[in-house]
């Protein structure tokens, strides 16, 4: 919402975006109108703005859809979240033994912006800027779990629900009975669904330009359920510092 310091038609335009994303990357003119609580022709003059500058583009359908442009900001804004977050990611790994790693949603799927790894010689290899699968993946089912269940239905919709072991979840009704568990504990698990032999603990960083995840994993052998009970306070701790600096930031 604008306010005394910032120019209204900025306002406006960024809170299209965000919309639009909330939606799950495209609306309609009415839809758009509607969350906006704006005129269809104000709107229109907007979104019209928006695509010229690439931000935004019209489908055949009419309807709208995030622009090519953002990808550009969007992995700028992740490697400086990554590099930020990095002191954090070190720390976890040291107190921990295990990788940590930090992920956010990008085109619906998670990517890895940065990740400080165990010193053990068994370990996750998981390079930055590699692309998952939310579905079934610690970090990706915790971003999820941070949208509607509408957005998540049309995320798989697009992308699908491709099994990456026995274990991952194929069926998105039951991917969003879990999305239910995942948000009233306040972490994820993934428990052999990417990696057979691998386990993963996740949790949130709110205050992200985009839904973010902070986890630790490592072999299941290691990362047991007692391990989780240690890790997950130190995880939402860092989580929470990491939130903090990006306000501070903003």
């Known amino acids: 919402m ?40 104000t709107i229109h003059r907007l979104m019209r703005t928006l695509v010229v500058r690439g931000y935004a ?10 622009g090519p442009r953002l990808i550009r900001l969007g992995e700028s804004a992740g490697r400086q979240l990554g590099a930020s977050a ?5 720390r976890l790994a040291r107190e921990l033994g295990e990788t940590a790693n930090l992920a956010m949603i990008d085109r619906d ?7 400080a790894s165990s010193s053990h010689s068994m370990r996750m290899f998981t390079e ?11 970090v990706g089912k915790m971003v999820l779990a941070e949208l509607p269940d509408r957005t ?12 990456a072991t026995d274990l991952s979840i194929t069926n998105v009704d ?37 839904p973010t995840a902070l986890s630790v994993s490592g072999p299941a052998a ?13 995880l939402h701790e860092a989580a929470k510092a990491i939130s903090a600096e990006l306000l501070s930031a903003g």
């Open 109 to 115: 799927m998670a990517v890895y912006v940065a990740q």
């Open 152 to 163: 998540i239905r049309e995320i798989v919709g697009r992308v699908g629900m491709p099994p």
């Open 222 to 234: 290691r990362v047991t359920y007692e391990f989780g009970e240690t890790a997950l306070p130190l």
């Open 57 to 66: 583009r019209q489908l055949p359908s009419r309807r709208y859809t995030l």
């Open 2 to 41: 604008a306010n005394g310091a910032s120019v209204q038609s900025v306002d406006r335009a960024i809170d299209l975006l965000e919309i639009m994303t909330d939606l799950g990357g495209d609306a309609a003119l009415s839809e758009l109108a509607a969350a906006a609580e704006l005129p269809l022709p």
């Open 174 to 210: 039951d991917l969003l009975t879990e999305m239910t568990t995942i948000r009233e504990q306040g972490y994820a698990v993934d428990d052999g669904e990417q990696e057979i032999g691998v386990r993963c603990f996740a949790v949130p960083v709110k205050d992200a330009p985009t």
């Open 128 to 138: 930055v800027g590699r692309r998952v699968y939310c579905h079934c993946t610690g």
């Open 86 to 90: 990095r002191p954090h990611l070190e």
